[in-house]
């Protein structure tokens, strides 16, 4: 079957998603984890310094002006990771994503510079966190905590991880099991959702204070 834009929405809808073994691997496999990660979009915790970090005006936040560098920024290799699974066909899908609305980055800039960011997918009340990247630290944190934020004003009801990571754990994701992911997913994909990625600043403090 030919992949196409149109085909990662329908796998998205049932809870499978693609992933190459490299950057130069040819060949894609779709993903169908017995345990899932996912971050309780009311349970997430921000840790004070991070928080203190967001209340600046060190970092400036935007959503969908650069999603393009974003992704290739994710695909290139970092610290303690010398290979991802982005590869150039899926690289082409997302952006074809993005091009239908269902995309999304966030990025952190500093001096004008992209510093940090990261891109998912959209899909009725569903987010489906993919990659992300920083060049400075807790660019990529601050563009997680802004994304979630975001899906809560927006009513989102499910942040999916993918997996559960030491990293990802300090904000609070959990690994559930297939069956009960699958039942939120299915309840989620069927609300209507339009990803509101405009936050005010008393918005932004509102959400960090609601935090543990």
């Known amino acids: ?25 040819q060949e894609i496999h779709w993903i169908d984890p017995d345990r899932r990660g996912i971050l309780p979009l009311h349970g997430v915790h921000v840790p004070r310094r991070l928080k203190r970090r967001l209340r600046s005006d060190e970092f400036q936040v935007s959503c969908d002006t650069a999603f ?15 290979e991802t699974w982005i590869n150039p066909t899926i690289e082409r899908l997302y952006v074809g994503l993005h091009d239908m609305g269902f995309a999304h980055s966030i990025e952190t800039w500093r001096d004008g510079r992209l ?12 987010f489906f966190g993919e990659s992300m990247f ?4 807790d660019a990529s944190k601050v563009a997680l905590v802004y994304l979630v934020a975001c899906l809560r004003k927006s009513g989102f009801q499910l942040l999916d991880t993918q997996f559960e990571t030491p990293h ?3 904000f609070g994701v959990v690994e559930i099991r297939r069956e009960d992911y699958r039942q939120r997913l299915a309840r989620a994909v ?9 936050l005010s600043r008393d918005e932004l403090n509102a959400f960090l204070d609601s935090c543990r």
Do not use: N, W
């Open 1 to 25: 079957m030919q992949l196409s834009p149109e085909l990662l929405l329908r796998a998205y809808a049932v809870g499978i998603f693609p992933m190459a073994e490299s950057r130069s691997a």
């Open 68 to 82: 393009g560098e974003v992704i290739r920024a994710c695909a290139q290799p970092a610290r303690g990771r010398k």
């Open 115 to 126: 510093c940090g960011g990261l891109y998912g997918v959209a899909l009725g009340a569903a």
């Open 134 to 137: 920083h060049r400075v630290s």
């Open 168 to 170: 990802l754990r300090q």
């Open 190 to 198: 069927r609300k209507p959702a339009q990803l509101d990625c405009e």
